[in-house]
């Protein structure tokens, strides 16, 4: 099959299953417009968010890299009322487009989107007493998501659901001789992920919209 035929087969999804509403249309073109890279999720990939936060009945999120708060909605909308959500975003832009989007969502109560590096904010959150999140979605930049798993285990709960975007690479994950920081930092989170006895998870491949990539879903067990 072709990228045509894969991205048919997705709006053929999508339109009967993930159709758009009016805040998440106004959030992906309000991305685009203030100029930030067309990479959010698709929307039968935040419709399968928001299915997995809700079937692990969570009531906190994390989310490593927010963008535009594309997914953020999709995930945010399965909260409970009394739910909670933090979305960590490195760009400040970026998040002020996210704040924004989400506030138009009618979010902004239960989304807080924090500016800075992940990797100072986390370790914040674990000061704070944030944890333990009942869901964490990690889809930032690559060379660190061995770092992001690790803290995402930090700041978890046996039966906490963890996520990682772009694990496929389109297909460059199997190649062991690349040095491109994304495919060793993904193949580094797969390795640790693998030896990690706290951790029950799969990883599958996905065609559409977004091209040719995957998704590791893991469970906390211990």
């Not at 990939?45 to 936060?53: I, P, T």
């Not at 944890?131 to 039966?159: C, Q």
């Amino acid at each position: 099959m072709t990228q045509d035929q894969w991205s048919t087969v997705d709006r053929y999804f999508t339109d009967l299953l993930a159709p758009a509403d009016e805040a998440l249309a106004a959030a992906l073109a309000d991305s685009t417009a203030a100029g930030l890279p067309e990479i959010a999720v698709a929307p039968n990939q935040g419709k399968l968010l928001s299915l997995l936060v809700a079937v692990a009945g969570a009531r906190s999120v994390l989310e490593i890299g927010t963008l535009g708060g594309y997914s953020t909605i999709w995930m945010a909308r399965a909260l409970p009322a009394d739910g909670r959500m933090v979305s960590l975003e490195y760009n400040p832009a970026h998040a002020d487009v996210a704040r924004a989007n989400i506030a138009r969502a009618g979010l902004d109560k239960i989304v807080e989107v924090r500016t800075g590096a992940a990797l100072d904010s986390l370790p914040q959150l674990e000061a704070e007493g944030a944890g333990p999140f009942d869901f964490v979605f990690i889809d930032a930049d690559k060379v660190n998501n061995p770092h992001y798993v690790e803290w995402a285990l930090r700041l978890s709960r046996p039966g906490t659901v963890i996520v990682v975007d772009n694990v496929g690479r389109g297909g460059a994950v199997v190649d062991a001789e690349s040095t491109e920081p994304a495919i060793t930092g993904t193949r580094a989170m797969f390795e640790l992920v693998s030896r990690e006895p706290r951790l029950d998870a799969t990883a599958f491949q996905t065609v559409g919209v977004k091209g040719y990539d995957g998704l590791l879903m893991a469970r906390v067990v211990a």
